[in-house]
Each structure stands twice: as C-alpha cells, then as structure tokens.
C-alpha cells in the first residue's frame, strides 16, 4: 500500500480530522478565555451568583465559558471523523445529532439555571439562619446548595438520555443520611430551642439583671431562643440556653 492509497483511507482521514479539532479547540479555548480576561469579564461578572457558584467549585465564569468552546469543536470533530470513517449509518446518525442538539441546548441551560438557583438557594438560607449562634447552622446553607446543584445535574443529564435511576436512589440514601447525621448533629440545637422557649415564656430573669450561670456571671445583655448574652467588665458571655437548665442559674440581688 503507497502513501496515496494510505491518506484516501477513511479512517486516516477521519484520525487526521479528530487530531486537527483536538488542536483548534484547546487554541480556541486559550484564546477565548484571553480574550475574554482582556476585555474585562472577569470585573464585570464578580460577585454574580454564577461567578460565586463557579468559583465555589473552584473554577470560573471565563474558564467555564472557554471550555465550552472547546469542548463544542471537540464535539464537531469527533462527529465529522466519525462520518469520515463511516462507522455508523450516515442518514440515522445525523438524524439522532440533530435530536441530540436541542437535548444538549436544554442540558446546559438547566446547568446554568441550577447554579444560580443554587446560590440565591444558599445566600437566602443563610441570611433567614443569621441570628442563630450555634454551630451546625453554618452547615445548612451549604448543604441545600449542594442539594440544588446535584438535582440540577441529575435532570441535566436526564435531558441526555443518561440513565438516572442509580443517581436518585443515591440522592435518597443522602437525603436519609443528612436526615440523620443532622438530627444527631443539631440535638444541642434543638434542647437550646426548647430552653430557649421556655425561658422567653416565663422569663425567670430578664435584660439587666445580674446572673450567675455555671461559672460566668455578669449582667444579662440579650436572651433569644437559643443563647443568653451576658456581660461582665467588658467580657461578654454567650451561654446556650441548655446549659442554663444543666447548670442551673442564681440571679443576684442587690
């Protein structure tokens, strides 16, 4: 076999084809994402919720972007080499890649949406849990984001005709995990509440008075649901509400 007869062979060609889109879509990415740093996308899309989302997960908006580019030449280079070498039926296979298109459109938009659903998810739970001063709360704003983002991932790929059964019996088991792990983790939370309501419908002590709790003492600064503030020489105390009923409190009169 010459040079000749080996170049007009299909599969070279669609190999020549398949090596030369790899080349131009990481050129493509490189240049985009240069592009896009020097024509100031960087500044304009700080602190949207898609730019926090993506730099959450440890990349960004100008990076995404760029590697969609490439990853769109990718695509075509590996469909053209596949009809160049002829390895499935021409007319059934483009007719499935123009099914696939809309299907890859509606994927990458329910993406998009879910990342910033997602963070608006987190920025609002986390604003409504604010005033609560215990710790596993910190915890709840990000576990609904991420919630968000594998449910947005699950019907993306669902748009794409991925088999999702397995990813939603796994989000179950999550789900019933978090559940649990979450009780067990918020028990301090939940026996402050239940103090903390106790203490605000018959309030033993209230704003001013002078206190002992355990081995603090001061004058009583706040009392909310889940912690009491006292104060004492400049030194503030935050004592959660459970420890008043475990160690019991003296009010001291003058």
């Known amino acids: 076999m010459d040079w000749q007869t080996l170049i007009d062979e299909p599969a070279v060609i669609a190999m020549a084809v ?3 889109g790899v ?12 592009l896009l740093t020097a024509s100031g996308v960087p500044d304009a899309v700080e602190g949207t919720p898609f730019e926090r989302t993506a730099q959450s997960i440890g990349t960004s908006t100008v990076e995404i972007v760029a590697r969609l580019s490439s990853w769109f030449i990718y695509g075509i280079a590996v469909l053209t080499a596949i009809h160049i070498a002829q390895l ?3 007319d059934a296979f483009w007719m499935r890649v123009t099914e696939f298109i809309p299907q890859v459109f509606i994927a990458v938009l329910v993406l998009i949406v ?3 659903v997602a963070d608006k998810a987190e920025l609002v739970v986390g604003e409504s849990l604010r005033g609560v001063k215990v710790p596993e709360v910190s915890l709840v704003p990000k576990l609904v984001k991420y919630t968000v983002l594998f449910v947005t991932f ?5 748009q794409i005709g991925v088999f999702v059964s ?3 019996i796994l989000l179950t088991v999550i789900a019933i995990g978090a559940v649990i792990v979450g009780a067990i ?3 301090d939370f939940l026996v402050s ?8 419908l018959n309030q033993p002590y209230g704003i001013g008075d002078r206190v002992e709790i355990g081995e603090q003492s001061g004058i009583v600064q706040e009392v909310d649901l889940f912690v009491t503030k006292i104060e004492d020489d400049s030194e503030e105390y935050i004592v959660p509400n459970r420890k008043v009923f475990e160690e019991g409190i003296v009010r001291v009169r003058d």
Not at 154 to 158: E, K, P, R
């Open 18 to 20: 398949l090596a030369l």
């Open 23 to 34: 080349v131009v879509g990481y050129l493509v990415g490189r240049l985009n994402e240069e």
């Open 88 to 90: 499935l039926d021409t």
């Open 114 to 116: 879910g990342f910033i």
């Open 154 to 158: 699950v019907i993306a790929l669902g």
């Open 166 to 168: 397995p990813l939603l």
């Open 185 to 187: 983790a918020s028990q």
């Open 193 to 200: 509440s239940a103090a903390g309501i106790y203490l605000l």
